[in-house]
Structure formats: C-alpha cells, structure tokens
C-alpha cells in the first residue's frame, strides 16, 4: 500500500507522463449524492428507531474512501459514529457505494436537530453532508 507522501507526490508527478496502467492521480472530495433519515422525524419521550443512509458517487480512479462518519451529537449520540457499506447495516449490498446506520434514541426535547455525514479518502480529503431531523412533541 503507497504512503500518503506516495500518493500526494503522485498529485503533481507530470514527469513520467500517465497511461492506462498509471493514470493520472488527480484527486477530487468524496462527495454525497444525498443524506437521509427514515422516519425523518421522532417525538419526545419515544423511542425513535432511524435508518440514516448515504449514497456516494463512485470513485473511479480517485483516491477510495477510507472512513464514513455521522456526528450523532445533536441526538445525543457520539460525534464520530462509523457508517457501514457492507449490506448489513441498512445499505442494499456490499461495496454499492451506500454507506448506512441504524440508530435508536429516546428524544428528550423538540426542535430541529442537524446531523451531519462526513466521507474521508485515503488522502484525507473530505466531502459532508448536513440534514436536519424534527423532534416533535
């Protein structure tokens, strides 16, 4: 696996020319094709049980995405929560580029709540995400 270093140099390495079998490594932020919950809005006092889902467009030759994380904490969750793309966590299949959690949380007040999905590649660019999610009475 090429380092970080490896892969920035390869950014700006026009010396060498690029083919098919080294193409150029232009690099570009992962981004979300959309960001939902279903349901879209919770009451207080209930537990609320939420499929958020993340749909990315694919890759290609750019830097593969390393990591996908939703910050839960408007919600009363963690910060930093890890969404999956391996068809067992609310996505269709493994490797479609649909990253997706399943939550369940008791809300404690209403209002409108942001929760924000961020996507970071191996080369550390970042591409996010906001939504805003109800809590009703």
Request: charged residues 25%; glycine residues 8%; aromatic residues 8%.
């Amino acid at each position: 696996i090429p380092s970080i270093e490896t892969k920035i140099q390869a950014l700006s390495d026009f010396e060498h020319g690029y083919t098919e079998q080294n193409p150029c490594s232009v690099n570009i932020s992962p981004e979300v094709i959309s960001f939902t919950a279903q349901p879209d809005r919770a009451a207080v006092g209930k537990e609320a049980k939420i499929m958020l889902r993340a749909p990315f467009f694919p890759r290609g030759n750019f830097s593969p995405i390393s990591s996908v994380k939703v910050d839960l904490s408007a919600l009363g969750g963690a910060v930093d929560a890890s969404m999956f793309d391996d068809g067992e966590h609310g996505d269709e299949a493994a490797g479609d580029n649909t990253y997706a959690l399943n939550i369940a949380f008791v809300p404690d007040s209403p209002g409108e709540r942001v929760v924000e999905v961020t996507a970071t590649d191996e080369l550390g660019w970042r591409g996010n995400k906001p939504i805003l999610f109800e809590i009703v009475r």
